[in-house]
Each structure stands twice: as C-alpha cells, then as structure tokens.
T-cell receptor, first 112, second 115 residues
Framework: DAKTTQPNSMESNEEEPVHLPCNHSTISGTDYIHWYRQLPSQGPEYVIHGLTSNVNNRMASLAIAEDRKSSTLILHRATLRDAAVYYCIRTGGGTSYGKLTFGQGTILTVHP | DTEVTQTPKHLVMGMTNKKSLKCEQHMGHRAMYWYKQKAKKPPELMFVYSYEKLSINESVPSRFSPECPNSSLLNLHLHALQPEDSALYLC??????????????FGNGTRLTVT
C-alpha cells in the first residue's frame, strides 16, 4: 500500500514549468517523501526527497505543505526528455521500514 | 548509462529451465534490491539485502531465489517459473549511509519471458 495519491496523467508544453501534485494525508512524522521517475525502457531514476522543508536540486524542486499532507514536485522548465512516469513515494518506519513502495504514478506528457 | 549493470538484458526461458539474473554495482553501496515490473504497472518490491544479508522478502514464491555473494553482486535464481512471471526484473542499490532512506540507483532491468 503506497499510501500516496497522484493524478493519472498530466500534460505540459516544452520550456514551461510543471507542478506535479501528490497527496499523502496519512503521513507520519518520520516519513520521508521521495520522487522517482521512469523514462520509457529504463529503470526508475531518483529525482528528489524531503522530510519537512522545501528542497532543491539540479533536477527539480520539492515543495512540502506545512501540514505535510501533500507535496508538489516542480520541474522549472520542462523538456521533451522529462516525459516519464513520476512516482511519489512515502518511506518510513514500522512495518514499511526499508520498503520503497511505488504507487501508480503520474504519466507526464511534454508537448513541443 | 546506469551504474547498476544487469545481465542479460533479455531472457527467454521454458517453465522447466533454471536460469539466473545478475546485477552488479561498483559504487560501494551496501544495500541491494530486486523489483518486478509488469507492463504498464509500477515496480513491486521483491527482496532487499543490506550488508549482504537478506533484510526483506515480500512473500515471494520460492521459485525465485535471491543470492548476494558479495557487496557488489546480486543474483536472482529462477526455477520452474510460470508464464505469469514474465516481467521486467529491476535491480537497485543504495549507499545505505542514511539507512533505508538513501536514494536508490536502478539498473535498466532484465526483460524475462517465460514460455
């Protein structure tokens, strides 16, 4: 049980920002939010992760809501190469400790 | 190119065959993972090794047998598979420097077809 909810699909135009939402309303205080993406015919690729604060790296930004019940992955300027399935994943303790469990993800289409 | 190498890229096997999938990483990572991915579905966790010891087995049938001979290598031995086991098998590794919260590095998988 991935315990995150994402839209099935989203579309964007090239060079425009993309905001990919994720709902994790049952998140606990020690759960991290991870984002991975999977390009066609490739294995998943780590994008970013965070706990409470917003995070930035060379690939994307992660904005985490103050109550931590939702987060948004931000691609600042989409390129055709960003077309992929994006997975939002909770990792935490208890019986799910050590398990990176993928949900259905969001299929991102980028138009030229 | 990925730093996690999986061989072979494609494998076709009969239901009575025995075969093995191989995964290798030279990043000094101490945790390694097997995932199974059916077409148009998300990856499903099968096994996790940390420091060469099996940490997690997600109730995988015994016809799948993992092995971690050293910190760089991970094998998945296959025996008496069924056609429904046809899938993309993904290997991943992580540095484990922050325990299980360290990011995973995935290979591009072995496409297995069971006939």
């Amino acid at each position: 049980d991935a315990k995150t909810t994402q839209p099935n699909s989203m579309e964007s135009n090239e060079e425009e920002p993309v905001h990919l939402p994720c709902n994790h309303s049952t998140i606990s205080g020690t759960d991290y939010i991870h984002w991975y993406r999977q390009l066609p015919s490739q294995g998943p690729e780590y994008v970013i992760h965070g706990l409470t604060s917003n995070v930035n790296n060379r690939m994307a930004s992660l904005a985490i809501a103050e109550d931590r019940k939702s987060s948004t992955l931000i691609l600042h300027r989409a390129t055709l190469r960003d077309a992929a399935v994006y997975y939002c994943i909770r990792t935490g303790g208890g019986t799910s400790y050590g398990k990176l469990t993928f949900g259905q993800g969001t299929i991102l289409t980028v138009h030229p | 190119d990925t730093e996690v190498t999986q061989t072979p890229k494609h494998l076709v096997m009969g239901m009575t065959n025995k075969k093995s999938l191989k995964c290798e990483q030279h990043m000094g990572h101490r945790a390694m993972y097997w995932y199974k991915q059916k077409a148009k579905k998300p990856p499903e966790l099968m096994f996790v090794y940390s420091y060469e010891k099996l940490s997690i087995n997600e109730s995988v049938p015994s016809r799948f047998s993992p092995e971690c001979p050293n910190s760089s290598l991970l094998n998945l031995h296959l025996h008496a598979l069924q056609p429904e086991d046809s899938a993309l098998y993904l290997c991943a590794s992580s540095p484990f420097d922050r325990g299980f919260f360290s990011p995973l590095h995935f290979g591009n998988g072995t496409r297995l077809t069971v006939t």
